[in-house]
């Protein structure tokens, strides 16, 4: 049983062929790395047996868009040598967190140590999404022998450092504090057959900022695929006047479902993001009951047609044909 609830994408960087693996929980990309190393003779670690034992560990921790110490992302570089000419192995990586509470985050491909190579050293970048508790989370590595599963060595907190204390939050709770959202509103227009899914929506943010004005875009995606842009708009402190609203006409390659919105408001000149909206944090984001023109009709077209008009103090009309972009049917209710 899960005890977070998380999503993790990682890059796992080492010494054997490229491939990418995708799993529910997380995407892992390995690619193939050579890492120089400082010291010609190591010495060895304490927490060892006599075949295999950690070199070193090392963490970097980046991205931290609310500045509270918490951050998005997480490094982990593991340094293994061993007594033998190559050895098949790979780690298992559990967080635990202060509570005590501890959960089996990852489990590596397998890789081969070489003695003591500069060229093995594992690297594994963490980003977590979602409900990764804001939290200091210690982190616990076991080797493990390819085909019996062994454990072979392992290391913690306690023989390293760079594995303690590691302030981490999911992408929900870093959040930028210069930008609030004040209101999030769905207004549902167009339902032709009257089967309550509905073919044009309007979605009414209203953010506010710390500043006296801050220019911002917004980014709106339907399951996962972005659709639209906008154009930069100005945000003035805590004023109701300059509330955005998207008026959104799906023309065509909408099947009838239930779909999640996902807004990112970003920083109109540099792109950084500095807010995140999803159902998770605004219920009516989730499960929006929609469908396109043609699925009223019953006709299937090919192409995928948005219509969205964007207005605030002046307007703007623009019409996004998205070819060839596939939207899964949803389980209705």
Known sequence: ????????????????????????????????????????????????DDSIWFYDTKTILFQD?????????????IDIDTQYEALDVYVDITFIN????????????????????????????????????????????????AYSSEVLAQSSQYDFPALQNL????KLFDQDNVLSVYSVAIQYHQDADNDQFYESFTLAIDADTSYGSQNVIADIF????LFYTSNAFTIYADSAAD??????SLQSGFVTGNYDLEVILREA????????LNAQT???????????????????????????EHSSGSMFYILIALTGLCFYRRKIN
């Open 282 to 308: 605004w219920v009516n984001l989730g499960l929006v009951s929609l469908e396109s023109q043609e699925y009223v009709q019953t006709l299937y077209v090919e192409d995928t047609y948005v219509e969205v």
């Open 243 to 248: 509330k955005q609203y998207f008026d959104v």
């Open 98 to 145: 202060q509570n005590g509470l501890a959960e089996l985050v990852y489990t590596s491909d397998l890789f081969t140590l070489t003695g003591d190579s500069e060229n093995d050293e594992q690297e594994l970048d963490f980003q977590f999404f979602d409900e990764w508790p804001s939290n200091y989370y210690q982190i616990h590595i076991r080797v493990k022998d």
């Open 222 to 225: 339907i399951d996962g695929q």
């Open 1 to 48: 049983m899960r005890i977070f609830s998380l999503f993790i994408a990682l890059v796992f960087s080492f010494s054997l062929a490229a491939q990418t693996k995708a799993t529910p929980n997380f995407k892992v990309q390995q690619v193939q790395n050579s890492f120089k190393k400082v010291a010609l003779t190591k010495k060895l670690n304490i927490n060892h």
């Open 65 to 77: 868009l609310d500045q509270d110490g918490y951050f998005q992302n997480l490094k982990l570089s």
């Open 167 to 170: 302030p981490l939050e999911g």
């Open 269 to 276: 000149e540099f792109g950084y993001e500095l807010h995140y």
